[in-house]
């Protein structure tokens, strides 16, 4: 009986403790600005712009992707994309980007960060955006 208290007490342990080190697979995590651009300064994740393909042309964060909520292919272009690659959601104030995070989560992706206050935060910080000219 000991023996199987300390099995299960250090797997416990290892899982609090892997908990601390990683993001937790499949939860929406979400982000302040200053980490949206840490993870972007790494690398560490694809940045998807999930407004229309309008408001992506006129502005949108340096290196996003546009792929749009509304889109009535989004299952499909979900289904081909890498479900352990961490996705970086935004919208223009975090409603969209909210729902669209939501999806991802449903589709099975492990690693999905929520940008608070999507680009109008960005800008408000004083980030760069692409402008159309």
């Given at each position: 009986m000991k023996q199987a208290t300390n099995f299960?007490?250090?797997?416990?342990?290892?899982?609090?403790l892997n908990s601390c080190f990683t993001d937790n697979a499949g939860v929406i995590n979400v982000v302040s600005v200053e980490e949206a651009a840490e993870l972007m300064d790494l690398n560490e994740v694809k940045v998807i712009d999930v407004?229309?393909?309008i408001q992506y042309s006129s502005?949108?964060?340096?290196?996003?992707?546009?792929?749009e909520v509304e889109n009535d292919d989004?299952?499909?272009?979900?289904?081909?994309?890498?479900?352990?690659?961490p996705l970086l959601v935004y919208c223009n104030k975090g409603?969209?980007?909210e729902r669209c995070a939501k999806v991802l989560q449903e589709?099975?992706?492990?690693?999905?960060?929520?940008?608070?206050g999507g680009i109008a935060k960005w800008e408000e910080s004083g980030r760069e955006v692409i402008v159309k000219n």
């Open positions: 299960f007490l250090g797997l416990l342990f290892m899982t609090l407004r229309s393909e502005k949108h964060i340096n290196k996003a992707i546009n792929i989004l299952n499909a272009i979900l289904d081909e994309m890498d479900k352990n690659e409603g969209q980007s589709k099975g992706f492990k690693l999905i960060y929520d940008l608070d």
